[in-house]
């Protein structure tokens, strides 16, 4: 693996351990974005956090991509799921008299999400159905 890609994987990892920490140790700001519709949402934003540190924690396994592509496709599945938790943040802030974070912050994050889809996926070495493979 290149320098690059593997500099990416751990930032990628880090990220995902730090906001299950977070998600673990300070529970309230996840809790406040979470769609109404989402069932027993402490127990979400729990588990959330633990499948986010387990995913950061296979994603970074340096020989073993049986590990590595399915953590690297559940982050993917993950950030896929949480995205109307963005969604709904984003509505919430716009609804405010103060605009929230506003729109400086919620247009690039929403832009964002699609990318770190594909970023686990490509990191972790997922294979694509229509990508070409290599003899």
């Known amino acids: 693996m290149n320098g690059l890609k593997l500099s990416l994987r751990t930032l990628l990892a ?11 140790v300070r529970p309230e700001p996840f809790l406040t974005i979470t769609p109404a519709w989402v069932p ?6 729990y588990w959330t956090g633990i499948a986010e540190i387990a995913g950061a924690i296979g994603l970074v396994q340096p020989v073993s991509k049986t590990l590595r592509r399915p953590s690297g496709a559940a982050l993917a599945l993950y950030a896929l799921c949480v995205w109307p938790a963005n969604i709904n943040h984003m509505l919430m802030d716009m609804e405010r008299a103060d605009g929230g974070l506003g729109l400086i912050y919620h247009v690039p994050r929403m832009m964002l999400q699609p990318v770190l889809i594909w970023l686990a996926l490509w990191l972790a070495e997922v294979p694509m159905p229509w990508a070409k493979r290599r003899k």
């Open 40 to 45: 027993c949402p402490h127990v979400v934003i």
């Open 14 to 24: 880090f990220a995902y351990a730090l906001a299950g920490y977070l998600h673990l």
